[in-house]
């Protein structure tokens, strides 16, 4: 009797998993007609990709590094202030969003969705309504920076207060220890490698994004990298786009070697 239901089990897993298949890759077949997406078009243009990139796109120019080192700069300052900024303010609020530490579940609520508001809509989104109300400028993509980091990094803080041991929190309490000293003795400790570490993140990810930004309006880079590009200045479009590649690795070296020492 006992074989019979494992024989059964395991044949409406296949079916389960037949039909799986099946939805799968209708839903790909779908998308696919959907997009218009052809593997004929996408072979098809691997030749003038690869004649573009290696033909006009390549070599750098390199006379036009000078000119590129200080919006290279501005991106940098850029995703610097929106980091700094971006994580004191998530800082508060992921007290507000966590289960472990917020004063009231209605608070919990309300920040979460908050939060969640400014990490949903992407980064160029905001830059384009910041630059209607604003105008161009590092400015412009500094605060949107800025609305994007409050919104990843408040879910990334609260989830850290809410794995945090609760252990040394109900030693504190037990002791008559107040709400702040609490906060301060037994969830700031376990809170800051977590803090210190999401930051770092946080800013390796601004340098990147500072990038889209400002080819939407935002400054730095991103910026002459647009016009660049407008323009048919692909060669100098190459040194942009090089000379983003050495930022971002440079940054990603820097941040390690700050987190290894730190956490």
């Known amino acids: 009797m006992n074989e019979i239901h494992r024989q059964s089990a395991r044949t409406t897993k296949r079916i389960q998993t037949v039909l799986f298949l099946i939805i799968f890759f209708m839903i790909i077949l779908w998308s696919s007609i959907g997009s218009e997406f052809s593997l004929g078009a996408l072979f098809a243009g691997i030749g003038n990709s690869l004649r573009f990139i290696f033909l006009d796109f390549l070599p750098p120019d390199f006379s036009v590094l000078p000119k590129l080192l200080e919006p290279a700069m501005q991106t940098l300052y850029m995703s610097l202030v929106a980091m700094v900024i971006g994580s004191i303010v998530a800082g508060l609020l992921s007290f507000l969003a966590a289960a472990t530490t917020t004063p009231h579940p209605f608070i919990q609520v309300f920040v979460r969705a908050a939060t969640a508001l400014f990490r949903n809509i992407p ?60 906060l301060t003795q037994a969830v700031l400790p376990q809170f800051l490698p977590g803090f210190i570490g999401w930051s770092l993140f946080n800013f390796e990810i601004n340098i990147r994004a500072s990038t889209i930004v400002g080819m939407v309006g935002g400054g730095g880079i991103g910026f002459i990298l647009q016009s660049n590009l407008k323009l048919f200045q692909y060669q100098e479009a190459s040194m942009a786009v090089v000379l983003v590649l050495a930022i971002v690795l440079l940054v990603e070296t820097l941040t390690n070697r700050v987190r290894e020492r730190m956490i």
Do not use: C, K
Request: no cysteine.
């Open 123 to 182: 980064v160029v989104i905001w830059t384009i309504l910041l630059v209607a109300a604003f105008g161009l400028g590092t400015i412009v993509g500094t605060m949107s920076l800025i609305l994007i980091s409050i919104g990843m990094l408040t879910r990334s803080y609260a989830e850290v207060l809410e794995e945090i041991d609760m252990g040394q929190v109900e030693a504190v309490r037990a002791a008559g220890g107040s709400y702040f000293q609490v």
